[in-house]
């Protein structure tokens, strides 16, 4: 896709192949204009946002993060004054309606690996259950469990393998071109993207943040009988037993964690993926 719009084109262009090695690029810190083959000037962004999405021009979601959050928190004290019942039905229904809604827009996209990111995004969520009667006493790993809860950052990775479930259907167009294999003993499995060898440390940073990747790789964990394609209810099913077997320790502010919690961080400890 050629640059023709003053959106995300700016930050995830593909070169034209006239473009030779030394041409002046987008993302020389020295250019402040982009002209397309088209002749239409794209100044410079630090950062742009598109479909309610915003992505700084160092490949950052902080900036979309950010603001989501300040949203989230702003939408629960409003919710918190409003309503002054804080018995655990209401205040779920509240939390789920009014505000977690607002943290998982768009979230496989955006699906942070910064844990002060994950923390902060988490951090709303510890603020307002504390809120529900009967849980003030309880650290927050403790309420979710409680109140049947799963962390947002597990909430996350279970979108991204719904998604990657239907785009493995036909839900869903597969846009990145995600290759599958079937294999005896794990089913129907997602070939993870190769990189370079010589890419450079920045670059192999993006790459093992990118939905590709982590959508392959968290594909790739489930046992076979999990990866039921009759229906996306029955998947749906599947997954949430499977989910609820993994541990569910997210990374809080104040906690002492054994990983940062990822399902790929329990399947790389030892002994593989632990199950409670």
Known sequence: MELHEKKFEFLSYRLPSNVKNGDILPFQHNVTSYTTPSGVIIERKTVVRDLGVSLSDGFSWTPHINKMVDGARRMAAWTLGVFKDRSKPV????????????????????????????????????????????????SYWERIAALQLQSLQRRRERYIIIHTWKTIAGYVPNDINMEFVENRRFGTQVVVPTMTK????????????SFGVKAAQLWNLLPAETKTFESLDRFKISLSTFLKKVPDRPPTTGYSTANHNSLLDWSNQSGGLQMM
């Open 91 to 138: 205040m779920l229904q509240l939390y789920k309606s009014l505000i977690r809604s607002k943290l998982e827009y768009c979230c496989p996209l955006w699906d942070p690996s910064l844990v002060q990111d994950i923390q902060m995004i988490e951090d709303v969520q510890r603020y307002f259950t504390k809120r529900i009667i009967g849980m003030s006493d309880l």
């Open 198 to 209: 010589t890419a450079s440390s920045r670059a192999k940073t993006f790459y093992d943040r």
